[in-house]
């Protein structure tokens, strides 16, 4: 099978499509006291702190890339005015750390995220057929969506997720195997993923972001600072579904007593995912704390898997350095991680970087776009991914996709373990 993505694709059949809108069955408005969302609003001037940095952004980052920003944007406020209605109030810093991340050297090479996350969202509807079985993407014949709904309903290293919901909700239908809800309840958790999943990145924005959350309008927990902290943090939340990675999902016997503090961290400063994943918690979990659990549980559980795919998606580099102090992405017991961690691999077309040239007066920014497209292809387990570069940029993205082939999808070693999904092996290119 194949399988192209480009931002024309999004642009012409997804940026206005009702399939990056999914909004039933779960509506985390729902669970928001509107009264004081409404207040919060208020006092902050949110809607004027958006339209002014609309203007600034306009300004910096020309014509072509901020047209892109605009229509991608207004989707994301629109999609999170239901499903992330925080974002609205968090959007300004969100945006304006973006854009200084992109331009700024605290890595050797950065790239945006404000498109890169919508488009990813596109690529993990496409990947799951916008919700339909018969269009989702096929591994050896099989639909991705149907394996995944596979192992969620009836997986045997997928029970942590059954067990998880029961808490919430005993009595739900989703226990009892409904396969149409499932996969309703999993396509839209997939979709609102993929929309925020790099809100941990850049680390600075969020302890910025508490300045508007920690008074007596919006009550939201804060991020756990030293060792102390953090132990107690995990000790008070460590059933929550983002904590099962750090004791290797809680298959074969293993338990909370098992977590290793040093490591969880580590990755708290060295990675985004973790900080992504505490972060989207208190944006949605913690500030909904007091409502009732039980009509609404639903709403917390894929609260909690998003936070858990969130952390996974940029885990590599625990794998890599702790090794089998950390799991690799297996499709078998984290189905959700597994697609949104794919989905942010292929999505790097339309997905500029600065280049800054110095001039006597100061400098000059000019924003490129490395990478154009991506396919995917499969054929009887043996799997492509065809990235279509610019010319200009040809030597420098090789360099990369080398590095995650070897990162990624080593047959060994890689992230990704192949075989728990159907795939035999997996082969990047540039053309």
């Known amino acids: 099978m194949e399988m192209k993505f480009s931002y024309d694709d999004f642009r012409a059949n997804y940026l206005h499509s009702d399939a990056l809108m999914p909004l ?72 304006c750390e973006d854009w200084l991340s992109l331009v700024d ?7 945006d995220h404000s498109v890169h996350q919508p488009l990813t969202a596109y690529i993990v509807c496409k990947l799951l057929g ?67 999943h790099d809100l941990g990145y850049p680390w600075q924005f969020i302890e910025r972001m508490h300045d508007f959350l ?37 298959v074969n016997g293993a338990s909370t007593a098992d ?54 998606h940029d885990m590599q580099k625990a794998y890599a350095t702790k090794g089998p102090g950390f799991p690799r992405l297996d499709f078998n017991t984290d189905p959700l991680s597994y697609i949104i961690a794919l989905a942010d691999t292929l999505e790097d077309f339309n997905r500029p970087s600065a280049n800054i040239v110095k001039t006597d007066v100061g400098c000059e920014i000019k924003y490129t776009f490395p990478s154009l497209s991506v396919e995917l292809i499969e054929n009887n387990g043996d799997a492509e991914i065809l990235f279509q570069v610019n010319p200009a940029n040809q030597a420098q993205q090789e360099e990369f996709k ?14 990704f373990d192949l075989e728990s999904v159907g795939l035999k092996t997996v082969t990047i290119r540039c053309m």
């Open 24 to 95: 039933s069955p779960l509506k985390p408005l729902d669970i928001i006291d509107m009264g004081k969302y409404d207040k919060a609003l208020d006092k902050w001037g949110i809607e004027k702190r958006i339209r002014n940095t609309f203007d600034e952004l306009e300004r910096r980052l020309g014509s072509n890339y901020f047209s892109e920003f605009e229509r991608v944007q207004t989707k994301v406020k629109e999609y999170g005015a239901f499903m992330f209605p925080l974002y609205k109030i968090l959007f300004t810093d969100i945006a």
């Open 105 to 111: 050297f605290h890595k050797g090479f950065s790239r």
């Open 130 to 196: 916008g919700g339909d079985t018969a269009e989702s993407f096929q591994i050896q014949g099989a639909s991705l969506l149907d394996k995944a709904l596979d192992v969620i309903i009836k997986g045997q290293d997928a029970q942590y997720l059954r067990d998880r919901l029961a808490f919430y909700d005993p009595s739900s239908k989703l226990l009892s195997g409904d396969r149409e809800l499932w996969k309703e309840v999993f396509y839209q958790t997939a979709i609102i993923t993929a929309m925020y």
């Open 214 to 250: 920690k008074d007596d309008i919006l009550l939201c927990g804060r991020l756990p600072k030293g060792s102390s902290a953090i132990h107690s943090y995990i000790e008070a939340h460590n059933e929550e579904l983002m904590f099962r990675p750090f004791y290797n999902y809680g």
């Open 259 to 312: 977590i290793n503090d040093e490591l969880f961290e580590h990755f708290l400063h060295n990675s985004h995912g973790l900080p992504g994943a505490l972060a989207y918690r208190a944006y949605n979990i913690e500030c909904c704390s007091n409502k009732p659990t039980n009509s609404l549980g639903i709403i917390k559980f894929c609260q909690e898997w998003s936070c858990l795919a969130i952390l996974m």
């Open 402 to 415: 080398r590095e995650d082939q070897k990162k990624l999808f080593d047959q060994s070693n890689g992230y």
